[in-house]
Every structure is written in structure tokens, then in C-alpha cells.
T-cell receptor, first 111, second 116 residues
Framework: RKEVEQDPGPFNVPEGATVAFNCTYSNSASQSFFWYRQDCRKEPKLLMSVYSSGNEDGRFTAQLNRASQYISLLIRDSKLSDSATYLCVVGRGGATNKLIFGTGTLLAVQP | DTAVSQTPKYLVTQMGNDKSIKCEQNLGHDTMYWYKQDSKKFLKIMFSYNNKELIINETVPNRFSPKSPDKAHLNLHINSLELGDSAVYFC???????????????FGQGTRLTVV
């Protein structure tokens, strides 16, 4: 079982739809949480950090539930340009500082 | 001006060969990484260096040898290439190796390695 689990999708949605991605992580020592976006044949780029109180950036809302070890990303009013793979990422500190990536969820926004 | 640059972008080579991938960051970051993205698109950390010192070696075969001549460079040398080494290799950097909300890893464009 992977340390960070996501539904691989694909999620095929029409423009303007609202879509939600979920992610669970297994290591309770995880300290920080992120969503990265990866376009086809490109490098991953930070979309947003996820804070305990939840946070919003334009059409994107991220939530964290530490008790359930669950992270979510909501995209409202989907655009064609939102089509990409969304990676749930967990940061672990201590002696083994590293970012651990989920397998990613593929989103395809259709016209 | 590219923040994290790696070369080459594509590398096709025969089994058994030795090859190197170079990475440079101009962000002034202390920590650099190599990640491998396999055919299933799963990104897995291979190595982490902080100020030229190895911090993480994620049970990578010793055919893979990273080298950091200074904190702005982290190169990856691979000996005796195997078919299973075919993947996209990403170099990345971050300000420090500590992961707090708001910190960010910057990735290079990736090197697509194909072993034939």
C-alpha cells in the first residue's frame, strides 16, 4: 500500500463543472501537505499548500483532516486549462525529510 | 531564466552503457533531489542532498551515484544501464530540507531516459 493514495481517475468533466479530488495518507508523522499539478510531459509544479484550517485560492479550495489523514482539493468552474494530473503530496520531517507523492489523479475537462 | 535546469532532456542508450544527467539550480537553495517517475507516473524520491551532503538514499541500486560538487549542482551518474531504468528523472530543489506548509519544491523539466 502506498503511503499517499489517490484515485487515479481519469475524471472527465464538462467545462464549468465542480470536481473534487480526495487523498489519504498513512503516516501520522506527516507534517505538511500540498497539491501539485503536472501537465502532460512536464514537471510537477506547486498548485497550493494545504493548511489545517483549509484554504482557498481562486477557484481552488483545499481541505485537510488530520484526524482522518485525509486531504481534498475542490475545483470550481472547471476550465479546459485545468486538464492535468493533480498530485497529492505530503512532507515528512525529522531525519527523513522528504516529499512523498501520490500517484496522481488525471483530470480531463471537456468543451 | 530557468530556475532548475537539467540536461539532457532526452537520452536513448543501450543496455550496459554508463550515462550521466546534470542538474543545476540558480535559486540559492540548500537542498537538491533526484526523483524517478516510472511508466505508471509514480514519482519516487531517489536521493536528497543538503549543502553537498547526502541526506537520503532511498534504497537505490548502487549503479546510481549522485554527485554534488557544490550546492547549486547535483548530477546523477548511472552505470551498467538496465531496461528497467527507463523512466523520467526529475531534479528538484528546495530552500531547505524541512517541509513546512508554504515551502515549495522546484522541479527541472525532466530527463526522459530510454534504455534499449
Amino acid at each position: 500500500r502506498k503511503e499517499v493514495e489517490q484515485d487515479p481517475g481519469p475524471f472527465n468533466v464538462p467545462e464549468g463543472a465542480t470536481v473534487a479530488f480526495n487523498c489519504t495518507y498513512s503516516n501520522s508523522a506527516s507534517q505538511s501537505f500540498f497539491w501539485y499539478r503536472q501537465d502532460c510531459r512536464k514537471e510537477p509544479k506547486l498548485l497550493m499548500s494545504v493548511y489545517s484550517s483549509g484554504n482557498e485560492d481562486g477557484r481552488f479550495t483545499a481541505q485537510l483532516n488530520r484526524a482522518s489523514q485525509y486531504i481534498s482539493l475542490l475545483i470550481r468552474d472547471s476550465k479546459l486549462s485545468d486538464s492535468a494530473t493533480y498530485l497529492c503530496v505530503v512532507g515528512r520531517g525529522g531525519a527523513t525529510n522528504k516529499l512523498i507523492f501520490g500517484t496522481g489523479t488525471l483530470l480531463a475537462v471537456q468543451p | 531564466d530557468t530556475a532548475v535546469s537539467q540536461t539532457p532532456k532526452y537520452l536513448v542508450t543501450q543496455m550496459g552503457n554508463d550515462k550521466s544527467i546534470k542538474c543545476e539550480q540558480n535559486l540559492g537553495h540548500d537542498t537538491m533531489y533526484w526523483y524517478k517517475q516510472d511508466s505508471k507516473k509514480f514519482l519516487k524520491i531517489m536521493f536528497s542532498y543538503n549543502n553537498k551532503e547526502l541526506i537520503i538514499n532511498e534504497t537505490v541500486p548502487n549503479r546510481f551515484s549522485p554527485k554534488s560538487p557544490d550546492k547549486a549542482h547535483l548530477n546523477l551518474h548511472i552505470n551498467s544501464l538496465e531496461l528497467g531504468d527507463s523512466a523520467v528523472y526529475f531534479c528538484a530543489s528546495s530552500q531547505t530540507g524541512q517541509w513546512y506548509s508554504g515551502t515549495e519544491a522546484f522541479f527541472g523539466q525532466g530527463t526522459r531516459l530510454t534504455v534499449v
